[in-house]
T-cell receptor, first 117, second 111 residues
Framework: ETGVTQTPRHLVMGMTNKKSLKCEQH?????MYWYKQSAKKPLELMFV???????ENNSVPSRFSPECPNSSHLFLHLHTLQPEDSALYLC????????????????FGPGTRLLVL | GNSVTQMEGPVTLSEEAFLTINCTYT??????LFWYVQYPGEGLQLLLK?????DKGSNKGFEATYRKETTSFHLEKGSVQVSDSAVYFC??????????FGKGTRLSVIA
């Protein structure tokens, strides 16, 4: 596999369920990101990890819990979600988080389409 | 703070028409500028980028020139195809602040 992969591609869950989204990058990058893309809203940055350490958390509700066990893998653990959390969740990676466009260019996975009932 | 403003969509064009999608930005310092494209059912893909004033990014027939004097990075293509139908996002990165995206412009090309 090459690039950034995400599983599952589609997920339907009830508000009391617990599920996890997985992201894996095969690019040797040091930074990984979670974004939320909702219809008719700008792309929202949720979390940023650099060298497995969280460096950005944009006031995301605690029902979303990220985990970055190593620089190639990123998880988003979900519990007690609300219907308004239904969206496309995108993972991205980049060589670094600063130091010019080459190191900061982000590469995206295909996303997980989440529906919360 | 940093921000990106894109023209509102959707944009509908006939095949072989000329495309312009406007993008202007506000940023501190000297940002890098990007265009990303999202095809239906997929994630975002980097289309092109420019790192300094007067740089021109180009890819797949698309071009955008970094204009510092007008703080713009408009996307152009001389002859669009049906396969170019997608959502296009302008974005900027400045210093240690996160990548900032515009709201996206949906392009539909009809045969």
């Amino acid at each position: 596999e090459t690039g950034v992969t995400q599983t599952p591609r589609h997920l339907v869950m009830g508000m009391t369920n617990k599920k996890s989204l997985k992201c894996e990058q095969h690019l040797g990058h040091n930074a990984m990101y979670w974004y939320k893309q909702s219809a008719k809203k700008p792309l929202e940055l949720m979390f940023v990890y650099s060298l497995e350490e969280r460096v950005e958390n944009n006031s995301v509700p605690s029902r979303f819990s990220p985990e970055c066990p190593n620089s190639s893998h990123l998880f988003l653990h979900l519990h007690t979600l609300q219907p308004e959390d239904s969206a496309l969740y995108l993972c991205a990676s980049s060589p670094g988080t600063s130091g010019g466009a080459q190191s900061e260019t982000q590469y995206f996975g295909p996303g997980t389409r989440l529906l919360v009932l | 703070g940093n921000s990106v403003t894109q023209m509102e969509g959707p944009v509908t064009l006939s095949e072989e028409a000329f495309l312009t999608i406007n993008c202007t930005y506000t940023a501190t310092g000297y940002p890098s500028l990007f265009w990303y494209v999202q095809y239906p059912g997929e994630g975002l893909q980097l289309l092109l980028k420019a790192t300094k004033a007067d740089d021109k990014g180009s890819n797949k027939g698309f071009e955008a020139t970094y204009r510092k004097e007008t703080t713009s990075f408009h996307l152009e293509k001389g002859s669009v195809q049906v396969s170019d139908s997608a959502v296009y996002f302008c974005a900027l990165k400045s210093g240690n602040t996160p990548l900032v995206f515009g709201k996206g412009t949906r392009l539909s090309v009809i045969a």
